[in-house]
């Protein structure tokens, strides 16, 4: 239990601390917002801080953080650093700067801001990417938490299916404050609850729960390195929340509350990822149960079981509820953010509701008929697809602070995290069943390697860059 409660500490005084220093970095001013500058009544909606906080932590807030801790658990407490780390200096990093970075470009989506810093080629690969991990999390979204309406209610799938399209549909559709500006502050207020009373009742419960060790729990044996830090996904770091950034930097009034916001969520969410983690590791008594709960029920009967045995009936369908908000309110801004991709790539006017209904029909259509697919599959996908994107957003974010601070090392707390990721998503999908299986004798070496190539291209492209020019510059 000690190992819990230091990890949760470390987690706040990550947020005070090091986001701290990071905000500072950045200069936040008081000069004026997209969402007052460019108020449309739409997507430029100026809102709360305490409001956009809120909607930015279920924007964020899907299934990452509970599935991806829960099955993150079958390693055993080693999860429990990757979840405090990847979360301070990989993750609100990542978030922080993807918003921020979109609040000084007009609210821009990401793969327009990763294309002005890291050339026009990988702005394409990035539009591309976007759409393509956004259609794939709205698919995750849709699917996960029609599954435990079923077994909440007992209703049929397909039913519950369409629900939640037709929502998707209206929240893809609608101005951002009909819907999300209106729901979104109640289901954060209850995921935030949820979160404390499964907390609360593993430690109040008296349940074991293992102290660090670096040993690998999991039952099949699967390796730590990269597997874990791929499956944890949301709950460490995610390239989906540069995605859902941007559409808060168009509603947030003032720029020195994006630590808040940005950082702050992204803490938040590593909060929910432990809690979680921690209830996978210390309910059934060890992974190999862990793992047996997995294979009966999935991901939604261990929340099932953790929510209803530690809450009770009418406290554990509250958290179910709240369980089931969380991926529901990221899958309707995952497709609403796919349509703000589109229309900045091909520079498309949204006040319109016809216009924004030629890019909404689609891409719903798209993610219901994906939504037929093995789950299992799509979220392995997802979950590279998702931890990738990070990557690219951390080396857009690294050369930000290098031509923001040329001569002070600040583009080191994005290029040290890009470094790494670079090296678990390359290495996973070498070795990954949907990747090209390769042994980790060839995987190992070769995501070191490519760690390796990209940041001597980083290097190359902004230190020894600068000073070819300033020696040219010298000899004229």
């Known amino acids: ?3 819990f409660f230091a990890c949760l ?3 706040i005084i990550g947020y005070l601390v090091y986001g701290k220093f990071v905000d500072s970095i950045f200069e936040p001013t008081d000069k004026t917002t997209p969402a007052i500058e460019h108020t449309d009544g739409v997507d430029y909606v100026p809102m709360s801080t305490p409001k956009v906080f809120l909607i930015q932590l279920l924007n964020i807030a899907g299934l990452g953080p509970i599935f991806g801790a829960i099955a993150g ?4 407490p080693v999860v429990f650093l990757w979840i405090v780390f990847g979360t301070i200096f990989a993750g609100a990093v990542h978030d922080y700067l993807s918003g921020m970075i979109s609040l000084r470009n007009n609210g821009a989506s990401i793969s327009e801001v990763v294309g002005k810093y890291l050339g026009s080629k990988m702005k394409t690969v990035m539009r591309v990417f976007s759409v393509v991990l956004l259609v794939l999390v709205g698919t995750v979204f849709m699917t996960g938490p029609a599954m435990l309406l079923v077994k ?3 209703m049929s799938l397909m039913f519950w299916l369409g629900v939640i399209v037709i929502y998707y549909f209206l929240a893809t559709l609608l101005p951002i404050d009909q819907i999300i500006g209106r729901i979104y502050p109640f289901f954060g207020v ?3 609850i949820m979160a404390v009373g499964v907390g609360g009742g593993i430690v109040l419960e008296g349940y074991h729960m293992p102290e660090l060790t670096l040993t690998n729990m999991h039952p099949a044996g699967l390796p730590i390195w990269p597997l874990m830090f791929i499956t944890v996904a949301c709950g460490a770091i995610s390239g989906f929340h540069s995605t859902q950034s941007p559409m808060m930097a168009r509603c947030l009034k003032n720029e020195r509350h994006g630590r808040m916001v940005f950082y702050g969520a992204m803490v938040a969410e590593g909060v929910i990822a432990l809690i979680w983690a921690a ?3 210390a309910f059934y008594n060890s992974t190999g149960g862990l793992a047996a ?6 991901p939604g009967g261990v929340v099932y079981d953790v929510s209803f045995t530690l809450l009770g009936s009418i406290g554990g369908a509250l958290a179910m509820i709240g369980v089931i908000a969380c991926p529901i309110t990221s899958g309707d801004t995952a497709f609403r953010s796919a349509r703000l991709t589109l229309a900045d790539w091909f520079k498309l006017e949204q006040v319109k509701n016809t216009s924004r209904l030629y890019l909404s029909v689609p891409l719903i259509a798209v993610g219901t008929i994906l939504s037929q697919m093995d789950f299992a599959i799509i979220w392995r996908y997802f979950a590279w697809t998702n931890q990738t994107l990070a990557m690219f957003v951390l080396w857009a974010g690294a050369v930000y602070l290098y031509k923001e601070h040329p001569e002070k090392p600040y583009c080191w707390m994005a290029a040290i995290p890009a470094t790494f990721m670079a090296v678990v998503t390359f290495t996973y999908i070498l070795q990954a069943p949907e990747g090209l299986k390769l042994p980790v004798s060839i995987s190992y070496p070769a995501g070191f390697v490519f760690g390796a190539i990209c940041l001597f291209l980083f290097v190359k492209n ?6 070819q020019e300033e020696s040219s510059q010298e000899s004229i």
């Not at 709960?293 to 999935?298: E, I, Q, R």
């Open 1 to 3: 239990m000690l190992t």
């Open 9 to 11: 500490a470390l987690l």
């Open 73 to 76: 658990a079958l390693w055993g």
């Open 152 to 154: 909440l209610t007992g």
């Open 190 to 192: 209850c995921l935030i």
């Open 279 to 281: 209830a996978g590791v």
């Open 293 to 298: 709960a997995l294979k009966a029920g999935g």
């Open 462 to 467: 902004t230190f020894m860059s600068r000073k």
